[in-house]
């Protein structure tokens, strides 16, 4: 047990970690993540416009309707115009640009060229990753997406998003052999791309494009991936071509809330600028990998400041890993803009859901699933508070990963990491009579002889479990 940080924790103050167990309220922000400027082939309307690097797009963007983020991802070689100086200069622009609670700027990278295997969004990497000589802080080799997602796992906090995928993309990710690797990378695929050389500057130009069967696929396959929707503008358009936008779910409008709020999935496709959709399961919000002992108890909800109706609302449920995708599970009645339905899973099995929403003029979302392994752990005793358990950083590479907790009452503990099927793997607390408060633990891969794949830390309370995902990269 790491003493000092137990010590750190009690001096905090057992009021400021009562309010970390309060869930978190989450607002909702609207941008885009796929864009490009001068330093590589973006703001190809420059002689016209005037606007040529990522400083002055996010000034555009920010001034664009319904829009609080833009993230820029430059292509990363020089074929389309990388040089590995501007690299660094657009992360201090980006960095310029971002006014806490009013607009956040991101900067990264699109890895990958089309014809050897696809383009993938990279951000949370301050170094530019690459294969040309002299163009790149880290060699990455060209069309090797493994070895990408290896470099993106060693960085908390990171993450890819998958852009217009294609059939066979990504080293067949979609329906070759399920890999750990990026399953702790990639975090979205798109339901929508484009229009990315569209001019129009007055919110007319809706992409038509459809990526949604990739989702489908990955899901099936076994993959954690959320959906997004792309703009991926190759002109000053930022924000005001199409209406539709990436919106997350974050606490406050700050890099960091966004950038974890993106790591956690927590974020929905929608053709829509402006609607709002909470998608709970067991209380917990869209993204969300859980475990438990009780039903599923699934809530969908959308509002629209335009008052606009809803044709359709569709809950939909598949099976991680079996290879058929989703099916409806549960439908509302015509033109609700709500639905309740709980799903009395049998024990011990998994199950994704996530929900489309058809509004009355025909525009799409699509939220990012919630993941639910109903297990026979026993439920807590009525009343009783759990501990929330947390797990940093994660993905955890080649070191060790603090395990901590506040216990709201004495309790006996038993600490344990599971594999992938459940079984216990390795234990740090067995029946311990813990007293009320923090505490951690710190585990090393290496010493637990825990090889890269996905994990479940389970914390047992008084015969109550509460459970959180570990990913160890390779």
Same mark, same amino acid.
């Given at each position: 047990m790491l003493k000092p940080f137990t010590l750190l924790l009690a001096l905090c103050g057992w009021a400021a970690l009562a309010r970390a167990q309060t869930p978190a309220t989450y607002n909702f922000y609207y941008g885009n993540l796929h864009a490009h400027s001068s330093y590589s082939d973006g703001n190809q309307d420059e002689a016209r416009t005037g606007y040529a690097t990522p400083l002055q797009n996010y000034s555009f963007a920010d001034a664009s309707l319904h829009f609080d983020f833009l993230g820029i991802s430059e292509h990363n070689h020089s074929q389309a115009g990388?040089? %590995?100086?501007?690299?660094? *200069?657009? %992360?201090?622009?980006?960095?310029? #640009?971002? @006014?806490? $609670? +009013?607009?956040?700027?991101?900067?990264?990278? !699109?890895?990958?060229?089309? =014809? $050897?295997? $696809?383009? @993938?969004? @990279?951000?949370? &990497?301050?170094?530019?990753?690459?294969?040309?000589?002299?163009?790149?802080?880290?060699?990455?080799?060209?069309?090797?997406?493994?070895?990408?997602?290896? !470099?993106?796992? *060693?960085?908390?906090?990171?993450?890819?998003?998958?852009?217009?995928?294609?059939? $066979?993309?990504?080293?067949?990710? #979609? =329906?070759?052999?399920? +890999?750990?690797?990026?399953? =702790?990378?990639? &975090? =979205?695929? &798109? %339901?929508? +791309?484009?229009?990315?050389? +569209?001019?129009?500057?007055?919110?007319s130009n809706p992409s038509t494009s459809s990526y949604e069967s990739t989702y489908q696929r990955l899901l099936a396959r076994g993959y954690h991936v959320g959906i997004s929707l792309d703009h991926d503008n190759h002109n000053t358009t930022f924000g005001r071509t199409t209406p539709g936008r990436l919106v997350v779910l974050a606490p406050s409008l700050t890099k960091a809330s966004l950038m974890q709020a993106l790591r956690a999935r927590r974020f929905y496709a929608s053709d829509d600028w402006n609607a709002q959709v909470n998608f709970m399961l067991n209380d917990e919000p869209m993204g969300s990998i859980l475990q438990g002992g009780t039903n599923a108890a699934i809530s969908v909800s959308v509002a629209d400041t335009d008052n606009e109706g809803v044709r359709s609302l569709t809950l939909m449920r598949g099976v991680p890993g079996n290879g058929v995708n989703a099916v409806v599970l549960a439908t509302a009645p015509a033109g609700a803009a709500a639905l309740t339905f709980t799903d009395t899973n049998v024990l011990n099995s998994s199950y994704y859901y996530y929900a489309i929403i058809v509004q009355a003029d025909g525009n799409r979302i699509v939220t990012s699933p919630i993941w639910y392994n109903r297990t026979s752990a026993l439920s807590s005793a009525a009343g009783q508070e759990l501990a929330r358990l947390e797990v940093f950083p994660n993905p955890v590479s080649g070191g060790s990963a603090t395990l901590s907790y506040a216990l709201p009452a004495s309790a006996s503990v038993t600490l344990e990491v599971l594999d992938a099927l459940g079984r216990p793997v390795h234990t740090l607390a067995r029946a311990e009579r813990q007293a009320a408060g923090p505490h951690a633990y710190e585990l090393s891969t290496a010493q637990s002889q825990l090889a890269a794949g996905l994990y479940t830390i389970r914390l047992t309370q008084d015969g109550a479990a509460t459970y959180r995902k570990l990913v160890v990269a390779e």
């Open positions: 990388m040089r %590995l100086a501007n690299y660094a *200069r657009g %992360l201090r622009q980006a960095d310029s #640009a971002t @006014v806490d $609670g +009013s607009f956040v700027a991101l900067y990264g990278m !699109e890895w990958g060229v089309i =014809s $050897g295997g $696809g383009h @993938v969004l @990279v951000y949370g &990497v301050d170094q530019l990753l690459g294969w040309e000589a002299g163009n790149f802080d880290v060699f990455v080799p060209r069309s090797n997406y493994q070895a990408l997602f290896k !470099e993106i796992n *060693r960085r908390p906090g990171a993450f890819a998003m998958l852009a217009h995928p294609q059939t $066979g993309d990504y080293g067949n990710l #979609a =329906s070759g052999t399920f +890999s750990p690797t990026a399953d =702790s990378a990639v &975090v =979205s695929t &798109v %339901l929508r +791309s484009g229009p990315a050389t +569209s001019t129009n500057i007055t919110y």
